[in-house]
């Protein structure tokens, strides 16, 4: 059983930034991974994906694509997510997805097969 832990959710004032953090129980280094977030009353929304271990791609929606960006951490089983000039619209659930192996770059749900349970980020006006 793969287990996806977030960390680093909470209250922040708009135009401030966050980072938040995904820690894999993962051993393998081949595994890609993303970021979703839901806020109440809406779908789940990709947030940004990033390859394996030894591969650079990154994909982002437009959207986002000047405020955020998806990195692994110093560990091989951690990925961060840095936000700035966060919005009271960022306010969501955020989560934590991977797949084993590479796969092609996708930010739809049904595409991933590990979830977290999800770290809050809230911003107020």
Same mark, same amino acid.
């Given at each position: 059983?793969?287990?996806?832990?977030?960390?680093?959710?909470?209250?922040?004032? *708009?135009?401030?930034?966050?980072?938040? /953090?995904?820690?894999?129980?993962?051993?393998? $280094?081949? @595994?890609?991974? *993303?970021?979703?977030?839901? *806020?109440?009353? $809406?779908? %789940?929304?990709?947030?940004?994906?990033? +390859?394996?271990?030894?591969?650079?791609?990154?994909? @982002?929606?437009?959207?986002?694509?000047?405020?955020? *960006?998806? =990195?692994?951490?110093?560990?091989?089983?951690?990925?961060?997510?840095?936000?700035?000039?966060?919005?009271?619209? +960022?306010? #969501?659930?955020?989560?934590? #997805?991977?797949?084993?192996? %590479?796969?092609? @770059?996708?930010? %739809?749900? +049904? /595409?991933? =097969?590990?979830?977290?349970?999800?770290?809050?980020?809230?911003? =107020?006006?």
């Amino acid at each position: 059983q793969v287990r996806l832990v977030e960390s680093g959710g909470g209250p922040v004032p *708009a135009g401030g930034s966050l980072t938040l /953090s995904c820690v894999s129980s993962l051993t393998t $280094k081949y @595994y890609c991974m *993303a970021w979703f977030r839901q *806020a109440p009353g $809406k779908e %789940r929304e990709g947030v940004a994906h990033i +390859d394996t271990v030894g591969v650079s791609g990154t994909l @982002y929606p437009n959207t986002l694509i000047d405020r955020i *960006a998806i =990195s692994r951490g110093n560990a091989t089983n951690e990925m961060v997510l840095q936000m700035n000039n966060l919005r009271p619209d +960022d306010t #969501a659930m955020y989560y934590c #997805a991977a797949n084993v192996d %590479r796969m092609s @770059y996708s930010l %739809r749900t +049904d /595409s991933w =097969s590990y979830w977290g349970q999800g770290t809050q980020v809230t911003v =107020s006006s």
